[in-house]
């Protein structure tokens, strides 16, 4: 069994940076994939990036700005995010799948609850 909770969210001004991480119960190996989607306030949750195996692929609204990265311990993938949009505003979600990458949100098994961004301009 896995669990996923995602922390380090909270308000910050339109240019500025900000690194979310998420701790996983289970493992982040490279047998998984882990990655990120957001849900902006009224929108359905898009897909911001994913890892496999220090493959990355990343949103085009996304690309240059984030980094999705997994600490030496596995257990704990971050999303560093900087040159922040307002557009950027919205409840980021840790997702894992087993095997390839997706951009699928109906691709990935195990879900954190999300923890919000709020970028201001």
């Known amino acids: 069994q896995v669990q996923l909770r995602e922390s380090g969210g909270g308000p910050v001004q339109a240019g500025g940076s900000l690194r979310l991480s998420c701790a996983a119960s289970g493992s982040t190996s490279n047998f998984y994939t882990m990655a990120w989607f957001r849900q902006p306030p009224g929108k359905e949750r898009e897909f911001v990036c994913n890892?496999?195996?220090?493959?990355?692929y990343y949103a085009d609204s996304v690309k240059g700005r984030f980094t999705i990265s997994r600490d030496n311990a596995e257990n704990t993938v971050y999303l560093q995010m900087s040159s922040l949009k307002p557009e950027d505003t919205a409840v980021y979600y840790c997702a894992r799948k087993f095997g390839s990458p997706s951009v699928r949100g109906d691709d990935y098994s195990r879900w954190g609850l999300g923890t919000q961004v709020t970028v201001s301009s």
């Open positions: 890892w496999n195996g220090g493959r990355t």
